[in-house]
């Protein structure tokens, strides 16, 4: 770079240069060096079996340069300067669950403090293999179906990967990054229709599955499929149709045009009393998978209080929707279950059109800021209020909000407001309907 001896300014910032090139061309009037952009790495991503070693290596010209590597941990530990890490190479050794994270290179010279270069971010992650075997209840192996790996988050867990079951009723995931999870099977209904999709922990719901913390090589994860259960048969039918309104990424496949979701876990529990003095509960009585066009129906069902869940991990049931159902003889009841980040709301459709009023959801609940209501409306209305009372059923706040078809969000400062609960109404303009939600306050 001699010939730059010869000019009269030169800005070179948001380049990639060394102390080097920068050191020798100071003298050059009005030299512009800085925001150089991170050094250029190879293979800026490695995924390595649990335990390998590595070596990190960064390259920059220059004469007395100083070096720092710095570690930024996945697992939540602030980021921080490696002891003894000063040279151009870093030797990653044994790489686990702790060590996973980012790491770069800061270098600095002497001859110009002003200046820091930064090397772009080595993403470090460890891995493994999950495998197991899939059993039925009377510990025969069950060489069908599939295992679903599921990675957990706070929201829709995310899908992974998917393994067949094969003929020795093995399973297996190579390369797993190191993490939490979930395992889902899923059997071949068509060959096996009273199998039931079953998670870690042998159980039908995501809620209490069984977290497998993948923090280093694991033994075999066996997983028995659970049955469905034998009942007594009626005259009634629950029916509906199963949605999402966000892109699927979860385990569950979305039909695109429709956005309906095909074999999510459908099942209802129906309630039993109890002896006097005990509390009554809830035992499975079908279990169900929506079809290709996300549609499902529970057939023949007697008459008494049911309660309808939706398996899609990592979205709860909105317990305020239309999931406990009384069913009469002979009744036909449908329902629409609509699947966002948040929960799963259920609407009753038997009569015909949907609710004025679906998907309301309203959090966080309890809340000391501000509370946020999504609603969506079905169709036209000519107006939609809010109106909030406490617990002495005093009206507190009243206020129009958006009442156009569609999905709509709208938040409340309560920030000044007393601790205790409120009740929250959303009623349109002619009153032929009401929606009505508990808020809890507390600071």
């Known amino acids: 770079m001699t010939f730059m001896k010869e000019i009269n300014s030169l800005d070179v910032s948001e380049n990639r240069l060394g102390f080097e090139e920068i050191i020798y061309n100071l003298d050059v009037p009005g030299f512009v060096y800085d925001n150089q952009k991170k050094i250029k790495i190879e293979d800026p991503v490695r995924r390595l079996q649990f335990g390998t070693d590595d070596s990190l290596k960064v390259q920059v010209s220059g004469i007395g340069n100083q070096y720092q590597w710095t570690f930024n941990q996945f697992q939540g530990v602030s980021e921080g300067e490696i002891s003894g890490a000063t040279a151009t190479n870093f030797f990653l050794d044994s790489i686990n669950y702790m060590s996973m994270g980012t790491y770069y290179l800061t270098v ?38 599939d295992v679903i790996l599921l990675e957990v988050f706070d929201g829709p867990f995310i899908h992974r990967d998917t393994s067949l079951v094969d003929g020795n009723a093995e399973y297996l995931f190579e390369d797993v990054d190191l993490g939490d999870y979930v395992l889902l099977t899923r059997p071949n209904v068509e060959e096996d229709p009273l199998y039931i999709q079953t998670y870690t922990g042998n159980s039908i719901y995501w809620e209490e599955a069984d977290t497998l913390k993948l923090q280093e090589p694991v033994p075999g994860e066996d997983i028995i499929i659970q049955e469905d259960v034998e009942s007594p048969p009626g005259e009634a039918s629950i029916s509906g149709i199963v949605e999402t309104d966000f892109p699927d990424e979860a385990r569950i496949d979305e039909i695109e045009a429709r956005k309906r979701v095909k074999r999510a876990g459908c099942s209802i529990r129906r309630f039993r009393s109890a002896g006097r003095g005990e509390d009554g509960v809830w035992e499975l009585f079908a279990y169900i998978e929506s079809d290709e066009n996300g549609e499902f129906e529970f057939p023949e069902l007697p008459e008494g209080m049911y309660l309808f869940n939706v398996q899609y991990p990592g979205v709860p049931m909105n317990p305020d929707s239309d999931i406990e159902l009384e069913v009469k003889p002979n009744s036909k009841i449908r329902l629409e279950a609509l699947i966002t980040e948040e929960n799963i709301t259920v609407n009753d459709v038997t009569l015909g059109l949907p609710l004025v009023i679906g998907g309301f959801n309203l959090y966080p609940n309890p809340t000391a800021s501000t509370a946020t209501i999504d609603y969506l409306v079905n169709r036209s209305i000519d107006r939609l209020g809010i109106k909030i009372y406490n617990g002495a059923g005093q009206n507190i706040f009243e206020e129009e909000i958006k009442h156009q078809p569609g999905k709509h969000r709208y938040g409340i400062d309560v920030s000044g407001w007393k601790d205790g609960i409120y009740y929250v109404v959303l009623q349109d303009g002619r009153r032929t309907m009401m929606v009505q939600m508990r808020m809890l306050v507390a600071h």
């Open 108 to 145: 600095n010279n002497p001859d110009l403090p002003d200046l820091t270069l930064q090397s772009e971010d080595f993403e470090m992650i460890a891995v493994t293999d999950v495998f197991g075997q899939i059993f039925d209840p009377d510990q025969t192996a069950y060489p069908k179906g």
